[in-house]
Every structure is written in C-alpha cells, then in structure tokens.
C-alpha cells in the first residue's frame, strides 16, 4: 500500500524523495518505481505462497534493475519474446528460473529460449509441439508445460480474459485439444511434459474463479494419469490477480488466495488419488502496478461544452489503459497544497486525437493551472511496457526511489533514438 497510500493529499513524497523534485530533476512527463514497495510485494507473494514458484510476469514491466530486484528477491520471471528474455539474462537473471509463454512464439524466440537454457516453455498450440521438439538438440530434453483453457470466465475486461474457448491462447479441455496435446508432448523424446498451465486473464478481483481453475486442471491431471499412467509434477494457475486503481476499488487478497487455492488444491488432490502437485503462479499487475507512479506537467486548462479539460505533457503514447479498457485513474494535484473546492475535471493528454483521455470527470482542486504537477498512482504495470512512439513525443524516463535517493533507471527517448532507427531516404 505504501506508495499509493501516501498519494492521498498534498507535497508528497515516495521512498523518501518529494515527487516534485523528481519532477524538477527529470521532467515530465516520468515514471518514479519504489523500489521497496516492489520488493515488499515479492516478498509478500513468497510468503503467502511458500512452497510455491513465484514468477513475475515481465509483461507488466521490465528493465534492467526491475529484473535485478526480482532475482534478488528468489522470484522466477515469465516473459514472452526473445527480448524479454535476453534482457533479463544479460542482465544476470537465472535462465533457469524463466518461463517462455506466447501463443506465436517465432523461430527466433524458440532458439532464444533453448540457447539461453530457459526452465520451461509452455506449449500454447498443437503446431509449435513438433516445432519446439525439432529444434530441441539431440540427446537433451526442454521441459514444458500446456497451456490449458478452462473454460472459465474472469477478468475485468473482454480484452484481457484468457479462460474461455473464444480467444486466442492455450488448447480447450472442452473439445480435447489440451488432450490431444498432452498424448502428442509426451510422445516426443526431446520434451519434458512437467504440467499444466491456465491464465484466466487480468484483472481479476475475487478468488472464486482460480479456485474453479485449480478443480478443471486437477481433473485433467487425473485423466492424464488415467490415460497415460503419468503423473504431472507441476501446476501453473498463471496470473491475473486484480489491484485497485482508484481508493475504494477491490483487490485480491493475495494471502486469503493463496490459502483457498493450496486448501483447493489438496481437496481436489485427495478426492483424485494425486500427489499434490508443485503450484506456480505468475503475478505481473500486482507486483509491479501500485509501486508505481506518472507525473505529468498541466500544460492548459480550458473549458469546452460544459467540461473543464486539463491537458498534460503525456498521453495515451505514455498510458493507453484508458483507450484500450476504459480504466479509470485518480489523478492527484502534486506539490502545492489548494485550499480551492475540488471540481470536476477531465485530465487528457498532448496527443492528436480526442479519444487521448486519461482520466475523464475527476475531482481535482478548482484552481488546478499550468506549471501544475499531477501525480498518476498505481501506474507501474502495462503503462511503459505499452507506450507507444505516438507523434513522437518521446517515451518517459523511468526513475526508481528508494532510501531518499531517486536514480535514473531508464533515460527519456528522445529525437536521436528516432533518428537512428530512420535509416532510408
Ligand atoms: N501469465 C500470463 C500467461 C499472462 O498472459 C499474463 C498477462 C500474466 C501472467 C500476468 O497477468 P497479471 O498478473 O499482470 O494480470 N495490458 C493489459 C493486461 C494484459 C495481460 C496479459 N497477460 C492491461 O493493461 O490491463
């Protein structure tokens, strides 16, 4: 709670630097991270979880140090293209403790992954079985997992669910594809069949559906057992567990979850006659999400068809939540106190076009003007991992605080870095 606790009123500070002297030292628009509060949340899903692996899903937000903390803290890492993954390496991360996920996995990431000696792969399509296995050298074996889908709807938004059958992503236990692909992997020399795995989706704030998830692949586990005479050691329920954005909202409570899915699990376990298998689990939201905060500059203020409008320097190149799922952020007024009545407000950004909302009707102080620091909690998970080069703007900096000190982690792009990449004429 830590950092977005502390955002509530007035002249703030996080991991004891004042966000305006981040804001003076950086510009705007940045991205601060605290590092404790990260780590604290590591730790917390290795407690709640014990026994378990905990894997943080690179997808939220990644970069050198975020890579660092999270091997330091004993945390595993997902990540979903060759990049991720090579950057979490070079950077010391243990191959052995990455999980390679992605329903389009291209060669390059495949021989990414077998080159750099990753822990496991998970099998998301019938085709990419004989794939992996003919790229796999002889004589030595790659564990996997297959994905699964449960048929289970959760999530807080139809673009971000995974459990049902009418997406993209894993093989249906429904009409026998997980089947069929757990009898194809384990007629394949080359390729480890270590268990199941299932994401739900994002976003999700009660506990209800992991624990329908642990039944469904319990299930599953006994018919493999049944059919195959095998037993699969390990169970991934993926990730997906819902945080708040605004006071108020509902969040998963990471240590109840953990309690009901292992109390779940061993019922099931039982009920089937099978060994309990290892869980893993796979956070990216709730690890990276509330330690982290935007910090635009109000650039104009103006009052149109009955609105207030308050422009920043970013946008939706910087967070395109709002856009893709209609998230709703609280926007706080940073460094100076406004004894002015709170107004509705909606907060845009500098983008071309009118759909760059970042937050529509909030409550700012009525007398919110230019040069005004505006501070966006819980935006540490999918905001930089999706920013976009949108006009040219120019993706943040992201800056870690930590102990009263504040140190560039990611330096802001600028015009040079698109230059460069602009090589025809
Ligand atoms: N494992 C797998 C296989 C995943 O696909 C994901 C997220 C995670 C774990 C981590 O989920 P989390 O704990 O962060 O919810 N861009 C969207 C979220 C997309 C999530 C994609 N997969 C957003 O901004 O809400």
Known sequence: PATTA????????????????????????????????????????????????????AKAF?????????AEEGLGLDVCS???????????????RILL??????????????????????????????????AV??????????????????????????????????????????????????????????GLHCHLGS??????????????????LARTKEQHGVTLAELDLGGGHGIAYRPGEPALDITALARKVRAALTESCA?????????????????????????????????????????VDGGMSDNPRPALYGVRYAPRLIGRRSTTPPAPVTVVGRHCEAGDVLASDVELPGDV?????????????????????YNLVGRPPVVAVADGHARLLVRRESLADFRSRDVGL
Not at 62 to 70: G, K, Q, S
Not at 106 to 132: C, F, Q, W, Y
Not at 203 to 220: E, H, M, N, S, W
Not at 295 to 302: C, F, G, P, S, T
């Open 62 to 70: 990644l970069c050198r140090a975020m890579a660092h903390w999270v």
């Open 6 to 57: 502390r955002l509530a009123h007035g002249d703030l500070a996080v991991g004891g630097v004042p966000l305006t002297e981040i804001a003076g030292r950086f510009g705007t628009p940045a991205y601060l991270i605290d590092e404790d509060d990260v780590r604290t949340r590591c730790r917390t899903y290795l407690q709640a979880f014990s026994g378990a692996e905990v894997h943080y899903a």
């Open 271 to 311: 009920a089937a006659g099978l060994a309990v298998p290892k869980l893993l689990v796979e956070p990216g939201r709730a690890i990276a999400g509330p330690a982290g905060v935007a910090l635009y500059r109000v650039l104009a203020v103006k009052r149109t068809g009955g609105r207030a409008f308050v422009a």
């Open 82 to 96: 060759a990049g991720e993954l090579e950057l979490a390496v070079t950077t010391g991360f243990p191959a052995e």
């Open 369 to 389: 003007r230019p040069g005004d620091i505006l501070g966006v909690p819980v935006a540490g998970a999918y905001h930089l991992s999706m920013a976009s080069a």
């Open 203 to 220: 976003q999700i704030t009660t506990d209800k559906p992991f624990l329908a998830a642990v039944r469904r692949l319990v299930g599953l």
């Open 137 to 194: 050298p002889p004589g030595s074996r790659q564990k996997v997992l297959v994905r699964v889908v449960p048929g289970i709807a959760a999530g807080g938004h139809a673009k971000i669910r995974t459990g049902t059958d009418d997406q993209k992503f894993g093989l249906s236990i429904a009409d026998g594809s997980a089947q069929h692909a757990i009898a194809r992997v384990l007629g394949q020399p080359g390729l480890e069949l270590s």
């Open 101 to 134: 996920h992605g329903n389009a996995k291209s060669p390059h990431d495949l021989n990414a992954a077998l080159r750099l000696g990753v822990g496991r792969i998970v099998i998301d399509s019938a085709s990419e079985i004989a794939r992996l296995a003919a």
